[in-house]
Nanobody
Framework: QVQLVESGGGLVQPGGSLRLSCAAS????????MGWYRQAPGKQRELVAV???????NYADSVKGRLTISRDNAKNTVYLQMNSLKPEDTAVYYC?????????????????WGQGTQVTVSS
């Protein structure tokens, strides 16, 4: 069973900072990508940032220059450094991993979601 442990969420004032972390464990053969998604009340879940196992990154336009994703492959951990936070960043943030696992001679693709952590930027 894959497990994702998220931490770092909380309440901050506009302009403040938070650092989210997500540690993956379990029967994972190879992580291909890790990322952060968020869902605000009444809205669809959206991509915030992703990072491949090789280190390539992609960000939503709304967070470029303010949020930075990084990872420690040895620890299967992904981080999201959040600076200059805005009220619009308020959402539940979900960690996501995409990984591969052998299943009776076949390498299959899987994904798994964390439980979510609340980030609230007050005004």
């Amino acid at each position: 069973q894959v497990q994702l442990v998220e931490s770092g969420g909380g309440l901050v004032q506009p302009g403040g900072s938070l650092r989210l972390s997500c540690a993956a464990s379990g029967s994972i053969f190879s992580i291909t990508a890790m990322g952060w998604y968020r869902q605000a009340p009444g809205k669809q879940r959206e991509l915030v940032a992703v990072i491949s196992s090789a280190g390539s990154t992609n960000y939503a336009d709304s967070v470029k220059g303010r949020l930075t994703i990084s990872r420690d492959n040895a620890k299967n951990t992904v981080y999201l450094q959040m600076n200059s936070l805005k009220p619009e960043d308020t959402a539940v943030y979900y960690c996501n991993i995409k990984y591969r696992l052998w299943d009776w001679g076949t390498l299959k693709n899987y994904e798994f979601w964390g439980q979510g952590t609340q980030v609230t930027v007050s005004s």
